[in-house]
């Protein structure tokens, strides 16, 4: 198994641009999140997905806009990058949203916007 | 609105040395508490998972607790080595949300 895949590892965007950061796993987790970690501010989660086709809202959606068409994707976009999305995004998943499982990490992609 | 907090938030120890991470919530309806390890610009690697109607879980060196009513888990280490360096961070689950506490970075001298 792979585990948890995300792409791509650094990203350097303008301020406006647009763009997609990729997750996959291949381990048929039903629960997937995003998360974002800025210095001081330990993980924030930003959305989460407890199966194919259902997302919600974390703490700091602002900005950001998910889909979960199939198991093994999760990805996060963001619309119009501004200057405070610069931060390290971490995607987890974990085998079912019921809360006896392991979460496990993607390495991060680190995004810097200008 | 769950709040976790990880106190210290950096540590310097000599190595042998047995150390206590900890780590305070203040919403006692969690489904688990789990802790993990952050090597400088990695990902994070889960070291112990606790249920909310455990009190203990243990792995090698590393031996976690949790309380649930007084809000508090520890993160018990023996005989620190040099490969323990990290950042170590908690993290609470309610209902599908998992809420982090800001970690505590620690250094092991050797």
């Known amino acids: 198994n792979a585990g948890v895949t995300q792409t791509p590892k650094f990203q350097v965007l303008k301020t406006g641009q647009s763009m997609t950061l990729q997750c996959a796993q291949d381990?048929?987790?039903?629960?997937m999140s995003w998360y974002r970690q800025d210095p001081g501010m330990g993980l924030r989660l930003i959305h989460y997905?407890?199966?194919?086709?259902?997302?919600d809202q974390g703490e700091v959606p602002n900005g950001y806009n998910v889909s979960r068409s199939t198991t093994e994707d999760f990805p996060l976009r963001l619309l119009s990058a501004a200057p405070s999305q610069t931060s390290v995004y971490f995607c987890?998943?974990?085998?079912?949203?019921?809360?006896?499982?392991?979460?496990?990490f993607g390495p991060g992609t680190r995004l810097l916007v200008l | 609105k769950q709040e976790v907090t990880q106190i210290p938030a950096a540590l310097s120890v000599p190595e042998g040395e047995n150390l206590v991470l900890n780590c305070s919530f203040t919403?006692?309806?969690?489904?688990?508490l789990q802790w993990f390890r952050q090597d400088p610009g990695k990902g994070l690697t889960s070291l112990l998972l606790?249920?909310?109607?455990?009190r203990e879980q243990t792995s090698g060196r590393l031996n976690a607790s949790l309380d649930k009513s007084s809000g508090r888990s520890t993160l018990y280490i023996a005989a620190s080595q040099p490969g323990d360096s990290a950042t170590y961070l908690c993290?609470?689950?309610?209902?599908?949300?998992?809420?982090f506490g800001t970690g505590t970075r620690l250094k092991v001298l050797a």
């Open positions: 987890a998943s974990s085998l079912s949203p019921g809360g006896e499982e392991t979460q496990y």
């Open positions: 381990m048929n987790h039903e629960y």
């Open positions: 997905s407890v199966g194919a086709g259902i997302t």
């Open positions: 919403d006692s309806a969690i489904y688990n």
């Open positions: 606790i249920q909310s109607s455990q």
């Open positions: 993290a609470v689950k309610g209902t599908y949300k998992y809420i």
